[in-house]
């Protein structure tokens, strides 16, 4: 099997303390969010809008260029996870891949962002998506990160053949990859790579 430290996405970790919440866990959140926000960078950046475009559509976002991404952006007393300044409105992103929600940061964050904005939360809990609904902010948008996945896996379909894409398509199966991993989501099967 190939050492997954060659994939782009994978990083060493230190030894974890026996606490309920380690720092391996947000590690795995900030690591994951990262990957995430430089996968959409590097895709925008490459002209290859089409995974971010999927993602706008996801989370029921109108379309606006991308004037720059950022990641933990504090605001008064909250810092998402990341930040997407689209001109005339914000995405802001909480992600949480092994913790749980916390529905106090969600209100919090909510309390921070304008009334234009929009807060995605990305989770492996579907059934996250019923907690984040009963707080009935119309700014509040759920996606889990199977879901990621599936865009990912999308996107890679739309430039599978298109030899100037190679280098596009690589980041985006390496981030596919580390999902599988990390974040847990459905498995695609071994490559032949995995064998070498």
């Known amino acids: 099997m190939r050492d997954p430290h060659q994939n782009l996405f994978f990083y ?8 309920e919440v380690s720092l391996y866990d947000f590690q795995v959140e900030d690591n994951t969010t990262k990957s995430l926000i430089n996968v959409f960078e590097f895709c925008c ?4 809008e089409d995974l971010f475009d999927r993602f706008l559509k996801a989370v029921d976002a109108p379309k606006r260029p991308v004037a720059y ?12 996870d990341a930040l997407i300044d689209l001109a005339d409105y914000n995405i802001h992103i909480e992600s949480k891949v092994r ?9 919090r964050h909510l309390k921070d962002i304008s009334s234009q904005d929009i807060l995605v939360v990305i989770t492996n809990e579907r059934h996250d998506q019923e907690q984040l609904d ?3 902010d119309k700014r509040l948008r759920y996606l889990d990160w199977a879901g990621v996945h599936n865009l990912c896996l999308k996107a890679i379909e739309v430039i599978r ?4 894409m190679v280098a596009i398509r690589n980041f985006i199966e390496q981030f596919v990859d580390y999902m599988e991993v990390v974040v847990m989501t459905e498995f695609n099967g071994f490559k ?3 064998f070498d």
């Open 12 to 19: 060493y970790r230190g030894p974890s303390k026996n606490r």
């Open 45 to 48: 950046h490459s002209g290859f």
């Open 69 to 80: 991404f950022k990641l933990q952006k504090g605001l008064g007393d909250s810092r998402p």
């Open 99 to 107: 913790a749980k929600l916390d529905i106090d940061q969600i209100k």
């Open 134 to 136: 009963k707080i009935g």
């Open 161 to 164: 053949a298109d030899r100037h």
């Open 192 to 194: 032949n790579s995995d």
